[in-house]
């Protein structure tokens, strides 16, 4: 492929799809979309600790980066990064890897299924939307999610109360 080549990709998207990052190609009528910035920006990394408060008196007694949220539910808390939007998720289930926020996990997940990736888990709901699994053809295992159900709220001690 020539540089500046534009890869185009046919999804079916649903009306809550953000067309913002898919531009439309292809015949009229036709469901095509060239692909434009699928990765929005990586939304966290996760990093597994034993337990987590363990893991918070490394990184928020040690480090000093501040909670954003706590889930015991499912093992995760979310701290912040003092320079960036992106969080920190000290999680007891997941490996250390980057999650991608999307604008929807399950249109990357065909994307990635159709051209030469793979769907390793997923997609699958989440308290604040769906996330995918995925490995692109070089073994590179990425997490991609979606906000789609909105986002965590919290109480004063940054336990988790329900999603808005």
């Not at 910035?37 to 490394?58: E, H, K, Q, S």
């Not at 159709?114 to 989440?126: C, F, L, M, T």
Request: charged letters at 20%.
């Amino acid at each position: 492929m020539s540089s500046g080549a534009t890869t185009t990709a046919c999804l079916a998207l649903g009306p809550s799809t953000a067309r913002r990052r898919l531009l439309p190609h292809g015949p009229p009528g036709c469901q095509c979309w060239r692909v434009s910035g699928i990765l929005r920006y990586v939304d966290a990394v996760t990093v597994r600790v034993p337990d987590l408060d363990a893991g918070l008196a490394f990184y928020g007694g040690v480090l000093g980066q501040d909670l954003i949220w706590r889930n015991d539910s499912i093992g995760a808390a979310g701290l912040r990064c003092s320079e960036s939007d992106t969080e920190v998720v000290l999680t007891t289930e997941h490996g250390y890897e980057p999650n991608w926020k999307v604008d929807s996990a399950d249109a990357v997940a065909d994307l990635f299924s159709q051209r030469g990736g793979r769907v390793i888990a997923g997609p699958h709901d989440i308290p604040i939307g769906r996330l995918a699994v995925l490995a692109d053809p070089f073994g590179n295992v990425l997490v991609v999610l979606d906000s789609s159900k909105g986002t965590y709220q919290t109480d004063e001690g940054g336990q988790v109360t329900g999603v808005s």
